[in-house]
């Protein structure tokens, strides 16, 4: 089959590779249908997680059609059209049963490396490194999903492939930063990040009782889609002083939630990007937390700062003065698919979530490296590809 | 700061047990005698394998014999013959047992988690330096591991030893020890206690073992220990993903990009397989 290789820092290579096949007894083999790019793809791409190996295949928010299945998997059969979590979660271990599915014990045949990194490991992620698993992702033609019972989910009738297939990734990212912001209704709620993630994150805000979505951005079409699609009020931060315009904007009390739609990549017209660059570039930092300072120095007193936005090491210079002083609480992790993905799909199909807009660029596997530079741009909201 | 560690067994308040020094863990080959067996080991059993016919292979089995008494400083020949040929008083100095510990949750009522156990048989299905494990009888095993190291397989060939079980509290604890004349004096406890809040089962696991006795032995065993520990850890972690969803969590045999990976023909799951999984995790 034909895969979408990475080999090595901004290399990506469209090749031959073996089909997949069933290993294990609770695996199944989809036929991608689509299978879209993602801002974390650009840590990877961008070598700042390092344990990427050449000739891995990359990719994980996809959905495609069900064509073998394992002698374990009880609740797919041939021919489901399905959309996957990109995260992959056993069920069985205390942590999916609880539904707190990202920390799954089970997923990460590699636990030993995060375990050396981050004390504990979390679950596996297709095409998302090797500290995360090594599992072979979805930018191909065929791929292996295990555990399939627990991370497919049979699209509705009638709702379109071009919608289901952000509710792999996308979506559950986005309703889970605003559910872990616990915004309760009338609440003000500024997101940091427009991209696919931000967008959902602020339909979701509005979904779970938001009054107002104060969205910050510098790109101006993802700010027009915030503004038009999602309905937020929008922020150009290469104009703007934002922590100026979220205290006037809320009559001086501040966002009551603030959610980090962006992670350790972020950018900034100020000197602390110069900073965090400069920290990066010599190895003394591996992220630049540029949108989480923000965020806490915008949060009101006593607020909630959701992080789901990707970090991956160590930052500096987190006032952490401020958030203690002002009693904030802090939310984050890798998204729940599981817990949230059934749920989504029902408001896709009633016309109370639109994700199928973020669909810009449709383009065949062999146009991999130009989707990626295209996103990469920020050209485009998201690059999909359709393998076949 | 390392040598200032508190062993873990003591925290746990567990593996009071100690290995004998029988064995590999006895020194009863001069040292000039060692040199000079493990070089010349290793030139035979490369000449050996370089021949690659039943005489080769004969070779190469000798040689490898001759490395392993040079590593070891313990000649199983000396043994039977009576013949000490190391420093007069080297003949009571064994080494000092290297400690192993790891501990994990499995989402199992322990009853089920230490019947899994119990039936040793079933250990090689996620100890993968394990090839085989025999009950002889309710207390007494015989186990056989396998070696990661592709060349030190075949210089070495298995390494085997018989295991007796020295205390065995049902759905509690096992205490195990390697009987005289192991290739590695082991020792070990298991123990199984149910984790608050109906949790499951917590597995603690304490495993010493004595190096082959001497400098040459400890050297090389230092350089095997992280290696030895990491996979006792992906052992244990594998008993968890077996127990707790039936199956060993793998990507071996998925496709990449690599050209190496790509055998035609190759099956996903042989042998083969869970040989370089080990190796990979062997490696760190």
Known sequence: MKAL??????????????????????????????????GSDLHLLNGYVPTMREGDIIGHEFMGEVIEIGSEVKNLKKGDRVVVCSILGCGECQYCQSTQWSLCDNSNPHAWIPEKAYGYSPAGIFGYSHAFGGYAGSHADYIRVPYADRGCFVIPEGLPDEAAVFASDALPTGFMAADLADIQPGNVVAIWGCGGVGQMAIQSAF????????????????????KEISGAEVLDFSKVDVQEALREMTGGRGPDRCIDCVGMEAVSEGLDYYYDKTKQFVRLESDRPIVLREAIMACRKGGTVSIIGVYGGLVDSIPMGAAMNKALTFRMGQQHGQRYIPRLLEHLQKGELNSSFMLTHKMSLDQGMAGYDLFNKKETMRVVFAPQ | MANKKQPVSSLLGMGPIEPDTSGSSRINVDNTERIWSAAGGALLATYGLRRGSLGGLLLATLGGFMVYRGASGYCPMNKALGRNTAEPKSDDKAMDSIEIAKSLTINKPRKEVYAYWRQLENLPQFMFHLSEVQQLDNKRSHWVAKLSDGLLAKTLGTVEWDAEILEEVK???????SVADARIDNAGEVRFVDAPNGQGTEVHAVIKYRPPAGQLGGAIMKLFNPAFEEMIKQDLRRFKQLLETGEITTIEGQPSGRKSEQQPGKKPISEQAKVDEKHESAML
């Open chain 1, 207 to 226: 979904l779970l009782g938001a009054s107002r979505v104060i969205a910050i951005d510098r790109e101006p079409d993802r700010l027009r889609m915030a």
């Open chain 2, 171 to 177: 759905n509690e604890r096992l205490v195990w020890k």
């Open chain 1, 5 to 38: 290789c990475y080999n090595g820092v901004g290399d990506l290579r469209t090749e031959r590779v073996p089909d997949p096949t069933i290993i294990n007894p609770k695996d199944a083999i989809l036929r991608v249908i689509l299978s879209s790019v993602c």
